[in-house]
């Protein structure tokens, strides 16, 4: 696998903008935690990782998104910033030599716009189903966000939604490899979104899987990250800016022993999948500089992906876990180390370390996701240029 | 066209088939059903239909979990999951694959769905909405999510592979069968239960409703008089496994999976592209990818929703793609509804059945023919003819397009060398 990423959009709790995002992971790692988390707007009495202060008219314009959910507005304001940081696009229009036919989406979310769903369920129980609004209806199906991607940037290359729980941006890199190849389109916008809502938070909690009262759990955020891939040699010939490559990938299943069981933490799928990707990517072990870990919160999950990790990788890696910082993101979660391996292939400096030294330089990054089930996913990104 | 072949790439052979349909369960009985022309129509029983206008569903009824799953399956899937459990293990038994081929790593599932576990969701929600979060059930929480589909079936067989979710909308059966058989073509998995599994739920009938997209009596796909769909359910999966894994194990072999063809609208979100563009390089992409032309095409199962945008433009677009020389054209979603997320991997299988017995399955309820809606079809009465290619269309939601070709085993040529097949770009520069 070899695939050039040129562009870069990212909606985090720092702002709209790839530099916000940068910005942040630049200083320390308090001060962007301190800023990511606040009160909940969403959730009363909840503190949450949220894009505060996102305005869709400034992004989106004044009109036509009326009808849009959150999820919608953060991706279509991720791919907008992606798709111009590639030079594809510019105040709108395409501007490079890929056209609208070239152009497609691999997009990830796990629990899609599950807020929608609840806003039309409230009409339905409290009034009567034939009151909902059929304008907001078709953003109950959970490609509908990534749809409305497609029409607002006007992209008719493939666009297909990944649901894999916390694996789901990873395994889009895969989606977009697979597609290049069989030249289904020649750019695609690879990354996903995830929303905090109130029906996931109070769901979460009551399982609890939430970090509350002083006790470790997971800590929601939530936003949107797309990077643009393309083909190497096309990236090349076109001029375009490489910030690095996808070079391999991998993935794995362990199902819990117990019949009884449904969450399972796994080791063995950790291992499988970092091997896997690195074995696509023929590079050594030795050679990972820093790995972006899962690491949720849950101590049995994250001492699980731990020792996959170290079986796959060693002891002495430097291991990030990212989401201290901003936050559990569910299916962007991959999308987010991206981003965050971007930032420090192109000289930002590697933070929220988990165990390990900060390397000096990065050439080599490992992105480890794991969902709740035994489901996991990983990538090896190398430097461009 | 070019038959220049792909180096390394592994033919894909659908091995065996399971079915939870409206009109009957398992290979055997849903195709009996579909050549007479059964309806699976008949007042909904799912939930309360009053102030909606329409009642009248194709609901899979008689379905009992218990019949197919285990105890502890039971007590974790909801609905959609068990629909899929069960259709997965009557593809299993058909496909006599061993549970030694069957698990590890070289296994992965791939399904497609709309709106997954949706009736567990609105369970969930009704009684927050009018209980409070109290009487929401601790225990009934881990039933919902979309990521948990394959994971069932997964876990049901032993395999270890990719497990994938793949919510295209109504062509996410068609999405879904399309990237198991790019893993086995890359030799990334040996075997895939791939497939689609859907329910019917009240706020989705509600919308559709609200859309005047649903039929107050019957569907007529390609009728003068169509009025609308008639909503569905079910799953359908598929065995598929590479070449090398069929002979290792003296697999019998129902049909192999040719190309498939892909496209986005980027027009509306629920209405189909007036040119039926997308839809119409999906289909050439699925006959060029399979190393064929036009011509070769023997068959095509429709989208046909009885919808008047869809069945128009889609009527359109086989002209179009087909020109001279029409295939035999079938919409079952006049017998089954339309079974959204699953109804491509369902009428996948009526393609596969149609290899198989050389009967094509009626469109049923057709009585004014169309000027607009022009094409070979099959109408209300089942065709004997020697289908050697069929194509497997659907369109969805968000403007996606989706093809599939199936073709009887040994008549495809050698699979195609991506690079040598014209991305069909209209207006892609040379220069790239």
Known sequence: MRLAITGLGVVSPFGVTRSAWQDALSGSDDAARANAFRASEVVEGARTAEVWGFDPNEVLGPKGHRSFDRLTKYLIAAAKHALEDAGLKHDGAFVGPLTSEQLGICSATAYGSLDAITELNRVAELEAPRYINPARFPNTVINAAAGYVSIWEDLRAPNTTIVDGNCGALDAVLTAATHLHHRRGDGFLVGGGEVISEPLYRALAKLGVLSMDGKPGVEMGEGASYVVVERPDQAAARGARVLGEFVGYGTAFEPPESEALLVHASQESTERAVGQALAEAGVDASDVDVVVAARCGLAEMDRAEDQGLKAALGEDVAVVGLKRVHGETFGAAGAFGIAAALAWMNGVPVGSLVRGRAPQEVRHVVISTVGFYGNCSAVVLRRGG | ?432
């Open chain 2, 1 to 432: 066209m070019s038959t220049e072949q792909q180096k390394g790439a592994q033919r894909v052979f659908v091995t065996g088939v399971g079915v939870v349909s409206p009109i009957g369960f398992g290979r055997v009985e849903f195709g009996r059903g579909l050549v007479a022309g059964k309806s699976g129509v008949a007042p909904i029983q799912l939930f309360d239909t009053h102030g909606l206008d329409r009642d009248l569903a194709c609901e899979v009824k008689d379905f009992r979990p218990r019949d197919f799953l285990t105890a502890a399956e039971a007590r974790r899937t909801g609905r959609c999951s068990a629909m899929a459990v069960a259709a997965a293990r009557m593809a299993v038994e058909d496909a006599a694959i061993s549970a030694a081929d069957l698990g590890g790593p070289r296994t992965s599932v791939i399904l497609g769905t709309t709106m997954g576990e949706a009736n567990v969701l609105g369970e969930l929600e009704a009684a927050w909405i009018h209980d409070g979060e109290a009487s929401v059930e601790q225990s009934a929480l881990p039933r919902y999510g979309t990521t948990l589909l394959p994971i069932h079936v997964a876990r049901a067989f032993g395999a270890r592979g990719m497990v994938q979710t793949l919510p295209a909308a109504c062509a996410a059966g068609n999405y879904a069968i399309g990237y198991a058989t790019d893993q086995i073509r890359a030799g990334r998995a040996d075997v895939v239960l791939t497939g689609a599994s859907e329910v019917i739920e009240k706020l989705q009938f509600a919308g559709f409703c609200r859309l005047g997209a649903i039929a107050p009596e019957l569907c007529r796909p390609f009728d003068q008089g169509r009025q609308g769909l008639m909503c569905g359910e079910g799953a359908a999966i598929l065995v598929l496994e590479s070449e090398a894994s069929v002979v290792r194990r003296g697999a019998t072999v129902l049909a192999e999976i040719g190309g498939y063809g892909l496209a986005c609208d980027a027009h509306h979100i629920t209405r189909p592209h007036p040119e039926g563009s997308g839809s119409a390089h999906a289909m050439r992409r699925a006959i060029a990818t399979s190393g064929l032309r036009p011509d070769d095409i023997d068959y095509v199962n429709a989208h046909g929703t009885g919808t008047s945008a869809n069945d128009k433009v889609e009527a359109k677009v086989l002209r179009d793609v087909f020109e001279n020389r029409q295939p035999a054209v079938t919409s079952v979603k006049s017998m089954i509804g339309h079974c959204m997320g699953a109804a491509s991997a369902i009428e996948a299988v009526s393609c596969v059945l149609t290899l198989q017995d050389g009967v094509i399955p009626p469109t049923m309820n057709y009585v004014t023919p169309d000027p607009e809606c022009e094409v070979d079809l099959v109408a209300n009465r089942p065709r004997s003819a020697k289908v050697r290619i069929a194509l497997n269309n659907a369109l969805a939601f968000g403007g996606y397009d989706a093809v599939v070709a199936f073709a009887q085993p040994g008549v495809l040529p050698p699979i195609p060398d991506p690079s040598q097949i014209d991305p069909g770009f209209v207006s892609a520069p040379a220069a790239l």
